[in-house]
């Protein structure tokens, strides 16, 4: 106990000296970038049309990369970027394309290149589960059973969204709408 008593007024002189020290402002935080997505039905996928006893499994993503927000964009912090794209993925399930969809070239040309530069390199490693298209059959005694399989390429398209607020930039997950 004598010991405590000790310490105890040691440590109450080593804080009020720390506050008599005038300490430096903070350093400036640097600005942190974020994006979102979310899937688009706007016209540029085309759709398999199925034949009476085909169905389609698959074509569902199973690793999604989230874009980096550009970091030589940061200091800058520039208002809300959207890139538009259109995901082409093989008969594997890879991606094997990704395309700019942005038809109005002036949302374009105020664009960075970088940020579609950075949707290009998240999206490469997306991975889907393959789309598969199964034709079914009835035997005689009405029993169904898949005749024949194959695997198809499909696309997708998605819009991504750049934001930076107070100083900070974000790229989020926004779940599809529709």
Same mark, same amino acid.
């Given at each position: 106990? @004598?010991?405590?008593? %000790? %310490? @105890? +007024?040691?440590? !109450?002189?080593?804080?009020?000296?720390?506050? @008599?020290?005038?300490?430096? +402002?903070?350093? =400036?935080?640097? #600005?942190? /970038?974020?994006?979102?997505? =979310?899937?688009?039905?706007?016209?540029?996928?085309?759709?398999?049309? %199925?034949?009476? /006893?085909?169905?389609?499994? /698959? *074509?569902?993503?199973?690793? =999604?990369?989230? +874009? !980096?927000?550009?970091?030589e964009q940061l200091a800058a912090c520039p208002p809300v970027q959207e890139v538009r794209v259109q995901v082409i993925v093989d008969e594997e399930g890879k991606v094997s394309d990704v395309r700019d969809l942005s038809t109005d070239e002036v949302s374009a040309a105020s664009r960075?290149?970088?940020?579609?530069? *950075?949707? =290009?390199? @998240?999206?490469l490693q997306w991975e889907f589960n393959p789309?598969?298209? #199964?034709?079914?059959?009835?035997?005689?005694? /009405? #029993?169904t059973h898949a005749v024949d399989s194959k695997t198809k390429p499909f696309s997708l398209s998605y819009a991504f969204r750049f934001e930076c607020h107070a100083g900070k930039a974000t790229v989020m997950s926004v779940p599809a709408q529709g």
């Open positions: 106990m @004598a010991r405590m008593r %000790l %310490l @105890a +007024p040691g440590m !109450v002189v080593l804080g009020v000296a720390a506050c @008599a020290t005038v300490a430096a +402002p903070p350093a =400036r935080a640097p #600005n942190e /970038g974020s994006a979102s997505y =979310r899937m688009l039905d706007d016209g540029y996928v085309a759709h398999y049309q %199925l034949a009476m /006893g085909d169905t389609a499994t /698959g *074509a569902t993503p199973f690793r =999604r990369v989230t +874009p !980096v927000y550009p970091p960075s290149p970088s940020f579609y530069a *950075a949707v =290009r390199a @998240a999206v789309l598969r298209i #199964n034709h079914w059959a009835a035997d005689a005694d /009405g #029993n």
